[in-house]
């Protein structure tokens, strides 16, 4: 299976800035999601990253807020933007090539101040 | 719409003793089928995946699940667990009729006593 590489692994941010996101793939993959997954709760897709096109978002996520770039088929980022505490929350990347089973990064998490 | 039903939030085994975990689904059409585990500071790793075929599906580290259409369900086992086991698993859902998206269960956390 692809090999997902998330930075950063953790961060501690103040409320109010932005942090970016990056997850490499070691192959290309035809599809590539962000996920949320809030203290305690189980994994909500945010949205799909389409390769040189605008994301696909879930009801609940927009892209003011969670910009999302995928320049091409081994890379991607999330923008969490003008965060607050309630952002607080691990966020991870998965992939899918073809009709194979998805894969997940090790995940980035997040602590808003 | 998917929904994935797993109905114990905690469970605690005895090192050695059999697992089981259980997955509900709601679903129209034959879903496809993963069980995922989280180790903790980690990322979800696929256990095992059922697409269609044999309903007793193997995985790795020894779990196996079996799927009945009849019940709508798609549970974990294991004969006999580790303490490295334990960990948090979820089930998971997905359709062409929904493109494939994935939905994922709440979760059961596991705990493995000596």
């Known amino acids: 299976s692809a090999v997902i590489s998330q930075k950063p692994s953790r961060d501690i941010c103040q409320r109010g800035t932005s942090l970016t996101i990056q997850c490499q793939v070691d192959?290309?993959?035809?599809?590539m999601f962000w996920y949320r997954q809030q203290p305690g709760q189980s994994l909500t897709l945010i949205a799909t990253?389409?390769?040189?096109?605008?994301?696909?978002?879930e009801s609940g996520f927009v892209i003011d807020k969670f910009p999302i770039s995928r320049p091409n088929l081994t890379f991607s980022t999330l923008t969490v933007s003008n965060m607050s505490p309630e952002d607080s929350s691990i966020y991870l990347c998965?992939?899918?090539?073809?009709?194979?089973?998805?894969?997940f990064g090790d995940g980035t998490r997040l602590s808003i101040l | 719409a998917q929904s994935v039903t797993q109905p114990d939030i905690h469970i605690t085994v005895s090192e050695g003793a059999s697992l089981e975990l259980r997955c509900n689904y709601s679903?129209?059409?034959?879903?496809?089928l993963f069980w995922y585990v989280q180790s903790p500071g980690q990322g979800l790793q696929l256990l095992l995946k059922?697409?269609?075929?044999?309903?007793l599906v193997q995985g790795i580290k020894g779990f196996e699940a079996e799927f009945k259409r009849s019940q709508s369900s798609f549970n974990l086992r294991k004969p006999s667990v580790h303490w490295s086991d334990a960990a948090e698993y979820f089930c998971?859902?997905?359709?062409?009729?929904?493109?494939?998206?994935?939905?994922f269960g709440a979760g059961t956390i596991l705990r493995v006593k000596s």
């Open positions: 998965s992939v899918r090539d073809g009709n194979q089973p998805q894969h």
């Open positions: 192959s290309q993959v035809t599809m």
């Open positions: 990253a389409n390769q040189g096109s605008e994301a696909t978002y």
């Open positions: 679903y129209g059409a034959t879903p496809y």
């Open positions: 059922y697409f269609s075929g044999d309903t």
């Open positions: 998971a859902v997905a359709s062409w009729e929904y493109g494939n998206k994935l939905v």
